[in-house]
Structures are given as C-alpha cells and as structure tokens.
C-alpha cells in the first residue's frame, strides 16, 4: 500500500515558500495518507486534483474509499485469482498483453460463469511508444444459420437462441488471445499459459462467490455434460474444497503447445463437433477452421481535451459511448452530480445513442456502417440541440421505425513500462448456452441471442435492434461490449476500464470516464457512484436502488421520464494513473474480484 512521504510533502510545502516544522510536516502527511485523495496531489498537471463525491444518504457504497495501489503494473479483475495470474506473469518479464492473455486464460479456469475458451470478446492495446490497436474475437454465426432461425411456426421466438447447442456462435476468444499475444507479447505463449494449466490441473479453492455463481447457474448446466464437473454430488463442490478441471488442463495444454490450431483444427475441434451433432447444435468443422479474429483501430475521440480509445463495430460500445460523450459536450457544461439536470442529460445522450446504436450499427462486413457520422462533433452538436433542458423526449417521437416491445467480464492491465490493455470477453449469459464440450472442458456461448432474432422483437437485455444486426452465416453479432482507454489532456495513460452487464456496459464504462473527468472523482468513486441507464426502448431512466434521491427523481418524472429502480447497473473492472503509480479496483457491485499490483 502506498503512503505519500514526509518529502513528497515537503516538496509542495517548498514549492510554495512555505516553512514549517518537520513535527507539522509529518502529521499532515499522516493525515493526508489516510485520505483516498493524498495520490491526487497535483503532482501532474494534466489531473486536476480530485473532489470528494457526496453520494445520496440511501446509497450502499460509501464515498471516500480507497482502491488498490500500485507502484509498477496492476490487473483489477472480477476475478482475484485471475488478477493474481496476471501480474505473477508481468513480474516474470511480460508486458501488459502477456499479463492480460494470461488473465483471461486463467478467468476460463477460475471463473468460467463468463472467463472462456467457447465464448468471444475484444480488447484494446495502447502501448507506452503510443501504439493502439484492437482486436475483435467476436463469435461469428455459423455457416448453417439463418434470418430467422429462432422464429417458431407459430411467429413467435423459440428461445433456442438463450440456452442449448442452437445458442452459439462460433468462439473467438483463443484465437484472439493467441493472436494479440503472438503480434504484442513478450514471452513464449507457454509461459503465458502455464499458471492457467496449473490451476485448472491442480485445482484452485471454491469460494462463496464461485459457490453462489454456480447454484445460480445450475438450470443451465444442469442438462449437459457440465453437471458432473461442477455438481459432482448432485450440488456445487463445497466451499474451502479444490476443484479440479482435468480436460479443460489438457485442452489449455495442447493450445499452449500448438496455438489456436489445436482449437480450431485439432482434437478440440473435434469434440465441439462431437457436442454439436450429440445435442443438436450448428456449429462444424468448417465452421471452426474458417473463424478468424480482427484487427481493427480503436475509435479515437475526445472529451473535453482527454482522448478516449474504445472499440469500434462489430462493437457498439465505442461508438455508441463517443456519439453520447460528444453529445453531452455540446450539451454545456456537466451539472452537479446526482441532480436531476445531469441525469437528465446523461439520459436524454444516451436514450439518443442508443437509437442510433440500435438501428444502425452491425458487423461491418456485412453492413455499412456509417461511423463517421455517428462519431463527429458535427453530428453530436444537432443532436445536442434536440434536448430539451427541461423535459423528456419519447423515444418513439426521436426514432421512427423502432417499437416497444447477463454474464461477461471485463479486465484492465497495466505493466511496468505503461502498456496498457482493457478487455471484456463473454459467454454472453452466465455459463453461456449451458452447453459443455465433454471431452474438451468448458462452455459454449449463447451469443447468438444478441442478433436481432425478429425486428421489434426484445432480446434478453431488452433491446429492440433492426435489420443492420439480422442473423447472416459468418456475421459477427453486435454487441456492447465497452473496453475503452482514456488519455489525460497531455496524451499520457489516464485510465484503464470497461464493463460487464449487457447494453448497461455502455452506461457504466462512459458514467466512470465522466465522474472522473467532469466531477474529478477518485478512482474508487468513480466506481462506487450510482448509474443510470437509459437504452431507448423501453422508454425509461433505470436508477440503481438508492443511488437517486427521492427529490431528483420527482423532478425527473415531472419533465416526463418514466424511472424505474434496478438492483445494480453493470460491474466494472479499472485502473487509473495517480502519483506515483497506479490505482486499481474491480466494481463493488461484484463478489470474488478485485485489484493486485506491485
Ligand atoms: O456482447 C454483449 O453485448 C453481451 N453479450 C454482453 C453480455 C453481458 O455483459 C452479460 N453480463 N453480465
């Protein structure tokens, strides 16, 4: 844990004539170590120093904690053991995208609710020389699949696109992996790999988290081969027992030695088939040997003079966070935080994105997508102008064509040389279709379900999506996923973070950037602030519990929002460059994460 020393102090004291004694010195370092702020000293004059938030009195996350410390490199993860894994391979020598490769095979092993080999994902590089690029593992529909496939004889949707082997599409996530480690890693993929072979062939600890994660998994995995690996005895493995993964061991084995090869070509191949044609499901062989990640830019735009880098389509989460940020720039100034004119105009941004988000943005190899526009200052100006400052807009007056009608994770890595990497991979619900490759050890997605499975149509998150993501053999489903890095004014390394949750991560990633930017929040309330969501239809502010005061939310509802509570919006995973070094912290609102550094 870092503590600000008596000389840093004396350094600000000096620097403005001021002399005092060293008793006076010590104690106000004393004091300000015991604050989340002494890291926020102006040391860098591209932060501004950060301002305590003031949450509403009903809020279950206090203002003023402190996130982790780090002085050379940190992984925040929804998964502990994960971050752990991480960082031990970055203290072995190995950059930022070696630690995150190393993470997210570990996340297939210890958290395999959403950390996977039959699932996909993206990730965001920016390398200390200034480097960016992204990689897009997105799952692909397969060869067999059609328009609509998920529509019964009877016109309505069949539910095979939420659980079972007609759910999936084809994994990207090893190939992916492999791939961003190949172009960017330091180290041999073996020695990426091998704390991920170690805990799934010695096992690691059940926790209460773990436990819990799968007894609310269990009628997923109950009616596949998952079931004897995760409830042995007919329940989950004992909290404080070891589970063991002796086949997902050997299947990261083989990909350790041969690459994605051995996924796509091989024997891990061959039992996905096996699976398939057991229970039914599309995917082939030539499914498989033909999947290929993408390397695409990030979107780079710009928030009142910080840079932000986020994921461009087949993700909608870049685009859909610039449109709204751009948005709310030429909207005016940020109002207080919390008051009933900043959740206006958050709502009435993001309600606008989301419309675009949702009608227009699909694989770009299979539509065009107009992301100049969706992306410019201009665009986002004439759209600014449509918000009212005093009332509520209804979705179906801004958007004609649209009608009414969870589980991911995201880590953050930074290394010892400011390499950074922001990732979210997914089997899309938790333990995705439920479907478990015997033989092989682990799950396949159920991703399919964020297609537009019949315009007008909800999908599991509720988003009612158009043509430009209609189901096409071969096309990446669009998706939320956010990974995104920010730079301070100055264009150095500011801030690592992304989401899981559905479309809410798009909500959750763009609320951290803003509470840090425009109310100079510490990273740690950055993170515990409440959201808001606001995905066009349905046509309503989602609130978390507590986190909006019963005053803002009568003002909310007399300029015409509909709000509703929710329990909890998305869970994030960030780092952010303070004094010194780095801080860390995975969401509150998730059990069994957290941050690990040195
Ligand atoms: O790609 C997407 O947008 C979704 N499949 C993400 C799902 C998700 O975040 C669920 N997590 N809680």
Do not use: C
């Not at 004992?238 to 090869?261: D, E, M, N, Y």
């Not at 610039?322 to 958050?346: C, D, K, V, W």
């Not at 909800?458 to 730079?487: C, D, F, H």
């Not at 950055?526 to 003002?555: F, N």
């Amino acid at each position: 844990m870092y503590r600000i020393q008596a000389s840093d102090l004396a350094e600000i004291v000096l620097k403005k004539k001021l002399f005092v004694a060293p008793v006076i010195l010590a104690g106000a370092a004393w004091l300000l170590a015991a604050t989340p702020f002494a890291r926020y000293l102006p040391g860098d004059p591209a932060i501004p120093a950060r301002v305590p938030a003031v949450f509403p009195a009903g809020w279950r996350f206090p203002a003023g904690r402190q996130a982790t410390f780090a002085r050379h490199a940190i992984v925040a993860s929804n998964n502990q053991l994960a971050a752990e894994v991480g960082v031990q391979v970055m203290k072995q020598g190995g950059n930022a995208v070696d630690g995150a490769v190393a993470t997210g095979f570990a996340l297939a092993v210890a958290y395999p609710e959403a950390g996977n080999l039959g699932g996909g994902g993206y990730m965001v590089i920016r390398m200390a020389d200034g480097r960016t690029d992204a990689i897009d593992y997105r799952e692909t529909a397969p060869l067999a699949a059609t328009r609509d496939m998920y529509v019964g004889a009877n016109g309505k949707l069949n539910g095979e696109s939420l659980i079972g082997p007609k759910a999936s599409g084809v994994p990207g996530s090893v190939a992916g992996m492999v791939e961003a480690q190949r172009k960017y890693g330091a180290l041999p993929l073996a020695k990426v790999m091998a704390p991920a072979i170690r805990l799934a062939a010695e096992g690691f600890v059940v926790d209460s988290a773990f436990f819990s994660s799968l007894s609310q998994g269990r009628h997923r995995i109950d009616g596949f081969p998952g079931k004897t690996v995760f409830f042995p005895n007919g329940a989950p493995p004992a909290i404080g027992s070891r589970l063991v993964q002796p086949q997902l061991a050997a299947t990261l084995k083989s990909i350790a030695a041969s690459g994605s090869r051995a996924f796509y070509h091989g024997a891990i191949a061959d039992s996905i088939v096996a699976e398939m044609q057991r229970s039914g499901g599309l995917i082939t062989k030539q499914d498989l040997t033909r999947y290929q990640p993408v390397w695409r830019q990030p979107i780079r735009s710009t928030y009142r003079g910080y840079t932000l880098l986020s994921m461009p389509p087949s993700s909608s989460g870049g685009a859909t966070i610039t449109e709204m940020m751009n948005i709310l720039e030429a909207y005016g100034q940020a109002a207080p935080f919390g008051s009933a004119e900043r959740i206006h105009a958050l709502a009435s941004a993001s309600q606008r994105a989301f419309i675009d988000r949702n009608s227009k943005l699909g694989d770009p190899a299979f539509v065009k997508v107009p992301l100049g526009t969706l992306t410019s200052k201009a665009y986002a100006k004439a759209i600014a102008k449509t918000i009212s400052r005093d009332h509520a807009d209804a979705t179906t007056r801004l958007a004609s064509g649209l009608r009414e009608g969870n589980e991911t994770t995201h880590y953050s890595v930074v290394d010892g040389l400011g390499n950074a990497v922001a990732t979210t991979t997914t089997l899309n619900d938790l333990y995705g279709s439920g479907v478990y490759v015997a033989g092989a050890g682990f799950f396949l997605n159920d991703e399919m379900d964020d297609f537009t499975s019949q315009p007008g149509t909800p999908n599991m998150y509720g988003l009612i999506q158009g043509a430009a993501n209609a189901i096409a053999p071969g096309k990446r489903m669009l998706s939320a996923m956010s990974p995104t890095i920010v730079l301070d004014p100055r264009g150095n390394l500011l801030l690592v973070t992304g989401a899981r949750g559905g479309p809410r991560i798009i909500s959750a990633t763009s609320q951290i950037i803003l509470n840090v930017i425009d109310h100079r929040m510490s990273l740690a309330d950055a993170m515990s602030a409440p959201r808001i969501h606001h995905q066009s239809l349905p046509d309503s502010i989602r609130v978390e519990t507590g986190g909006v005061d019963r005053s803002v939310i009568a003002r909310l509802t007399a300029m015409g929002h509909q709000v509703y509570e929710l329990s909890g919006i998305a869970s994030a995973a960030s780092i952010m460059r303070v004094k010194g070094g780095y801080e860390g912290m995975d969401d509150p609102r998730s059990r069994g994460g957290g941050a690990v550094g040195y």
